[in-house]
């Protein structure tokens, strides 16, 4: 089965800040990984597919990249409604990564 | 606007079988390129892909849990069902229901549509 490992499993952050999660799978996924956004009590939702591909909706400081193993989200000026925990899913098995939280 | 809900029971006992009903509106289980699937997420943990249900319907299951899922669609009720055997506790989880719109070779699409979710609780 494929594995997605996300780094950090956590971070801290600031309103205003770069943040950047990396997912690696254990072997290669070509570009069918998706990111999702969970908020506490809520399920989660869809931010980008295909690796890169913004889902309608969302805003634009959300940005995806990579393919193959390696596959990076980037959240380029933080927002309040931004702390979440992140999860990314590789389209080939379904497999979910353990999630990174962002927290204040 | 594509809705989905989940509703079933909310505590099962071990050995039971959970049956789930996601009831969905917005698209149809008719219509070319459309699928339904179903995810669960223990408290505090990932999410889990379980089963999913297309147009056509294709039934794939998770490898580690297939020998005890079945998945079945009812395109007239706008329904499609989860059944899932011999519960045990490791089985508590918040159950998801999510549309997928095919448009990649293989099926891999993401899910991007999600329903509310329905926790249930595996006790005796």
């Known amino acids: 089965d494929i594995q997605m490992t996300q780094s950090p499993s956590s971070l801290s952050a600031s309103v205003g800040d770069r943040v950047t999660i990396t997912c690696r799978a254990s072997?290669?996924?070509?570009?069918?990984l998706n990111w999702y956004q969970q908020i506490p009590g809520k399920a989660p939702r869809l931010l980008i597919y295909?690796?890169?591909t913004l889902q309608s909706g969302v805003p634009s400081r959300f940005r995806g990249s990579g393919s193959g193993t390696d596959f990076t989200l980037t959240i380029s000026s933080l927002q309040p409604e931004d702390f979440a925990t992140y999860y990314c899913?590789?389209?080939?098995?379904?497999?979910f990564g353990q999630g990174t939280k962002v927290e204040i | 606007q594509i809705t989905l809900k989940e509703s079933g029971p909310t505590l099962v006992k071990p050995t039971q079988t959970l049956t789930l009903t996601c009831t969905f509106s917005?698209?149809?289980?008719?219509?070319?390129?459309?699928?339904v699937g179903w995810i669960r997420q223990p408290p505090g943990k990932a999410p889990e892909w379980l089963a999913v249900i297309y147009w056509d319907d294709d039934k794939r299951y998770s490898p580690s849990l297939k020998s005890r899922l079945t998945v079945t669609k009812d395109a007239s009720k706008n329904q499609v069902a989860l059944r899932m055997t011999n519960m045990d506790p490791v089985d508590t989880a918040t159950y998801y229901c999510?549309?997928?719109?095919?448009?990649?070779?293989?099926?891999?699409?993401?899910?991007?549509?999600w329903g509310q979710g329905t926790m249930v609780t595996v006790s005796s």
């Open positions: 999510a549309h997928r719109r095919v448009t990649t070779a293989g099926r891999r699409d993401a899910f991007d549509i």
């Open positions: 072997q290669g996924i070509s570009n069918y």
């Open positions: 917005g698209f149809s289980l008719r219509n070319i390129g459309v699928g």
């Open positions: 295909t690796a890169s």
């Open positions: 899913q590789q389209s080939y098995s379904q497999t």
